[in-house]
């Protein structure tokens, strides 16, 4: 099983709600990550975790919040957004040793 | 600050015909990734290259890496309407444990029947 899910598959919300995406992958990878990808461009990394830890936070604004609970899944919980904050969140996971990352077919965010 | 060039961005080419596709890095990275995405769907890898000078082969599409492990170009042979798609290279960076990946911009390949 090399799959990672992602849900919802389509979100929208306003620019006062909260929400959350969540990922999960039942691979046994240690090592997940959150891009942002917009239109015609080439996803941006956001946040990576190893062993549910922290590791990388690409210097992404605070009303994107990430949550590791367990190996297996990654949210991220979303509060305050701006419309310019529209776009595919991919989520994605590797196994340790190795650099090749499974992504997940993301959720399509529209912040009205 | 790594950078990947990509080239070209958009293709746009009829069925049965060749395509080369260009990856072009400032600096050297630990490997170099191919990545195909179709609209809605997330990044599918297609294949690594680590040595330079490397020619992989995957069907009809033929991967390279240069000598200098910088560039690497994707050669698709006899494209097909199932082949359209949004190709992406991408900079393996390996450090503490973590691998990153750097993006190239992508070629959106479109190929009428």
């Known amino acids: 099983d090399t799959e990672v899910t992602q849900t919802p598959k389509h979100l929208v919300m306003g620019m006062t709600n909260k929400k959350s995406l969540k990922c999960e992958q039942h691979?046994?990878?240690?090592?997940m990550y959150w891009y942002k990808q917009k239109a015609k461009k080439p996803p941006e990394l956001m946040f990576v975790?190893?062993?549910?830890?922290?590791?990388i936070n690409e210097s992404v604004p605070s009303r994107f919040s990430p949550e590791c609970p367990n190996s297996s899944l990654l949210n991220l919980h979303l509060h305050a957004l701006q419309p310019e904050d529209s776009a595919l969140y991919l989520c994605?996971?590797?196994?340790?040793?190795?650099?090749?990352?499974?992504f997940g077919p993301g959720t399509r965010l529209t912040v009205l | 600050t790594q950078l990947l060039e990509q080239s070209p961005q958009f293709l746009s080419i009829q069925e049965g015909e060749n395509l080369t596709v260009y990856c072009n890095s400032s600096?050297?990275?630990?490997?170099l990734q191919w990545y195909r995405q179709e609209p809605g769907e997330g990044p599918v890898l297609l294949v690594t290259?680590?040595?330079?000078?490397e020619v992989k082969k995957l069907k009809r599409l033929t991967f390279q890496f240069g000598d200098a492990r910088k560039d690497s170009s994707l050669h698709i042979t006899a494209a097909q309407p199932g082949d359209t798609g949004l190709y992406l290279c991408?900079?393996?960076?390996?450090?503490?444990?973590?691998?990153?990946?750097?993006f190239g911009k992508g070629t959106k390949l479109s190929v009428i029947p």
């Open positions: 994605a996971s590797r196994a340790g040793g190795t650099d090749t990352q499974y």
């Open positions: 290259v680590v040595t330079g000078g």
């Open positions: 991408a900079g393996v960076s390996a450090g503490a444990g973590s691998y990153q990946l750097t």
């Open positions: 600096s050297v990275f630990s490997s």
């Open positions: 691979m046994g990878h240690r090592a």
């Open positions: 975790y190893s062993y549910e830890k922290l590791s």
